[in-house]
């Protein structure tokens, strides 16, 4: 594949088994006393957090340590950033400070790409999250939590329910989940699905009861209040009366259906309590899973020239 | 006063003959043309058009020197065959006033490359507002007669009325920026099937759309005069299309980037796509195409915006909207328009000269190549081509979407009241 991870569409079939293979491997390590590898020693790996995101930082944080990698905060409160220093000038700030990767999260759609692609920088970049666009180390890890509960993705139904007009986390699972045969079904208001969306690897419904009882995993997606105001919905009740995944809904599911959702969580708005602490809910464990399948990512990204990822593709 | 004899050009593209310019005018006609004393230009092989004349053009001066001025811009204009060029109103401070527009006019006058023809802001600070001093832009010595708030919409629906009324009593024209602003919060690009993916603010052809019925309903409601700037939909083309179908005066023009580019080229990210109105698809780009063609579209026009690097290195959402356009717009309108055999150079020099003159009731310019015409007149080699290299542009900004790209057709000569402003390629 790519030197980059951009967006998950940059993975083949392939790349994405060799990544949740892989993290499978690492993740056997958790369960040993010392948890380090000596892979990346001498590496450096940047973590540029232009949004707080403690939760994606400290997941890629730890995996980089795990891997024996020096790691760079470089967060964009308290830094040069704050003050309006352009994405270039940091990225020449990393690249004199030698990173061999940068792990990117912009609220700008596509700043990874410029990142990776305007010659500023000589190393690999990772997106944790641009904008509204993609989060595609997200949707690898849950995939790799799908896969551990339920197997194998093919042909397995997965219904994506909320705000998928203003979610990266849906678009990089839409893309992945396809790429390794499963059949996505997005659910939501039509005011919060894209213009365009006719056009993506999945199916779109607005009725999430009809969807429900088809499905093997059914992820929620969290809803901000706030899009109430700009007329997306009428009101938080309303929303969650016609797409919240209450203990009625949860009931319709298949029994060996799983219920996932990348947090931070609205108890009570799109997901209820019971739902969220059932143990068919895979929410906590997709944290762990993270630090797993962001270390695979690095680990493939950055272990030598014959990057076990795949072939090297240089960028101009 | 130099003159200039033309051996063997093409005019419009037409049998090969003798131009000569003298004393400003074009003098003689004919074949076997002699002069003494006339500078000869071999123009075997070279088409004579009568100098192109851009309804719109950001020269950035005043405020905004950083980059690009009357002088460089109208550097440009020459350069790429033009003879007159509207500088828009939106600098820092706002040609809102006698006094700006006089101002550029001037410095227009004073370098001599391109006549500038000042357009004036139809309102205070193109804040929306408040109408500006219209009448005062009109009778000073620029005189004005195109209005416009380009980069804003006059979306007002009542101020836009009184506008296209008021401009009336000294033929004015509102030349207006599509863009209904509710439905435009946001927009980073066309929305559809590329926004979609790219996760960028989705900027709808009905925001474009929406406005352009409306001013046309409003024109022919007050019996004014309308010209819609850079239409860049399938369904604009079809509105405008159907006003004129109902003898309504309003008047349309496209830029060259829009009648190439396309949204797709979005998915780089590379701010150097960043406009407004967006890139649109292909869908799109085919319908300008034809209706330019078929003259619905009146005219081309360049929206040259010229911004400085620091402006488009930086990520998508962060970076500043606009294209350069002067130099390389009648080679892109040669590749989508002449090559493809959608249109004449005869219908070259009315959609880049003849008409936009006509709405910019420029006088002087626009005029059919004939003995005792004003001697504005372009030399182009067709059959010429030329590879875009950002830095050997005459502007003072770089951000052209065509570096590395290889177009037909160079400007030979530009000539401007008989003065050769441009000369083998190269500013006289
Ligand atoms: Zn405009």
Redesign the interface.
């Known amino acids: 594949m790519k030197r980059h991870l951009l967006s998950a569409a940059d993975l083949s079939r392939d790349d994405a088994l060799l990544i949740l293979d892989t993290a499978e491997e690492l993740a056997r390590l958790a369960d040993r006393p010392i948890k380090k590898l000596p892979t990346l020693r001498g590496r450096t790996v940047v973590n540029l957090f232009y949004e707080d995101s403690t939760r994606t930082r400290t997941s890629f944080e730890a995996a980089a340590k795990r891997l024996s990698a020096d790691v760079i905060n470089f967060a964009a409160k308290g830094s040069s950033v704050s003050k309006g220093e352009?994405?270039?000038d940091t990225a020449l700030t990393l690249e004199a400070m030698g990173a061999d990767a940068v792990v990117v999260r912009?609220?700008?759609?596509?700043?990874p790409?410029?990142l990776a692609?305007?010659g500023w920088i000589r190393g690999s970049v990772v997106n944790a999250g641009?904008?509204?666009?993609?989060h595609p180390t997200q949707a690898l890890l849950d995939a790799f939590t799908m896969r551990r509960r339920l197997g194998s993705f093919d042909g397995r139904r997965v219904t994506i329910v909320g705000d998928i007009l203003h979610s990266?986390v849906a678009?990089s699972n839409v893309r992945l989940l396809h790429t390794l045969g499963a059949q996505v079904t997005l659910v939501a208001p039509p005011t919060l699905l894209?213009?365009?969306?006719a056009?993506?690897p999945c199916a779109v419904s607005y009725d999430l009861d009809a969807e429900l009882p088809k499905s093997d995993v059914v992820m929620m997606l969290r809803v901000q209040h706030e899009r109430m105001n700009a007329a997306f919905f009428p009101s938080a009740r309303e929303y969650s009366r016609r797409y919240g995944l209450d203990g009625l809904r949860f009931a319709a599911m298949p029994e060996h259906a799983i219920v996932m959702h990348p947090g931070p969580m609205n108890r009570g708005m799109e997901i209820a309590a019971e739902v969220a602490d059932s143990p068919r809910s895979t929410i906590v464990e997709q944290v762990t899973n993270g630090v797993s399948v962001r270390m695979a990512v690095l680990y493939l990204l950055l272990s030598g020239s014959e990057s076990a990822i795949g072939s090297t593709e240089e960028t101009s | 006063m130099s003159s200039y004899l033309l051996r063997g050009v093409r005019p419009l593209g037409g049998e090969p003959t003798d131009l000569l310019l003298a004393d400003g005018r074009i003098s003689e006609i004919g074949c076997g043309l002699s002069a003494t004393g006339a500078h000869v230009v071999d123009a075997d092989g070279l088409i004579a058009l009568p100098g192109l004349v851009d309804l719109h053009t950001h020269l950035r001066e005043p405020g905004r020197e950083d980059a690009e001025t009357v002088e460089t811009g109208t550097q440009a204009a020459a350069l790429g065959g033009f003879t007159a060029v509207h500088a828009m109103a939106n600098t820092s401070p706002v040609a809102d006033t006698a006094g700006v527009v006089e101002q550029v006019w001037r410095l227009g006058q004073q370098y001599g490359h391109a006549d500038v023809r000042p357009v004036g802001a139809v309102t205070v600070g193109i804040a929306g507002e408040q109408l500006a001093e219209l009448g005062a832009m009109a009778d000073c010595p620029a005189g004005v007669r195109v209005f416009s708030d380009d980069g804003h919409c006059v979306s007002d629906a009542v101020l836009m009325r009184r506008a296209l009324e008021y401009v009336k009593a000294f033929d004015g024209v509102i030349a207006q920026h599509a863009q209904e602003p509710r439905l435009t919060e946001g927009a980073q690009m066309n929305e559809g099937e590329m926004s979609a993916v790219l996760g960028l603010g989705g900027w709808p052809a009905v925001a474009e759309e929406a406005i352009i019925a409306r001013d046309c309903l409003l024109a022919a409601h007050v019996g004014s005069r309308l010209h819609v700037c850079h239409v860049s939909t399938a369904g604009s083309v079809e509105l405008i299309r159907w006003a004129k179908s109902k003898g309504w005066d309003v008047t349309a023009e496209v830029t060259p980037h829009h009648l190439l580019l396309t949204d797709e080229l979005v998915a780089s990210y590379d701010p150097i796509y960043k406009v407004n109105p967006p890139l649109r698809t292909a869908a799109d780009v085919e319908a300008l195409r034809a209706g330019l063609a078929d003259g619905t579209i009146d005219a081309v026009a360049t929206d040259h915006a010229p911004h400085p690097d620091e402006a488009k290195d930086c990520e998508w959402a962060a970076a500043a909207m606009g294209m350069l356009g002067l130099q390389t717009a009648l080679s892109v309108v040669q590749q989508v328009m002449v090559d493809t055999g959608l249109m004449s150079w005869a219908e070259v020099a009315d959609r880049m000269s003849t008409r936009p003159a006509r709405i910019g009731r420029v006088d002087g310019h626009g005029r059919a190549l004939e003995v005792g015409a004003p001697a504005n007149v372009t030399l182009i080699d067709p059959s010429a081509s030329w590879t875009v290299e950002p830095h050997a542009l005459a502007s003072k900004s770089r951000n052209t979407p065509y570096r590395t790209m290889t177009l037909p057709g160079t400007v030979y000569a530009t000539f401007l009241r008989g003065n050769a402003t441009v000369l083998d390629g190269k500013l006289a």
């Open positions: 352009s994405l270039k912009h609220h700008a759609s596509g700043a790409h410029r692609n305007s641009d904008g509204t666009h993609e990266r678009r894209p213009v365009g969306v056009t993506w």
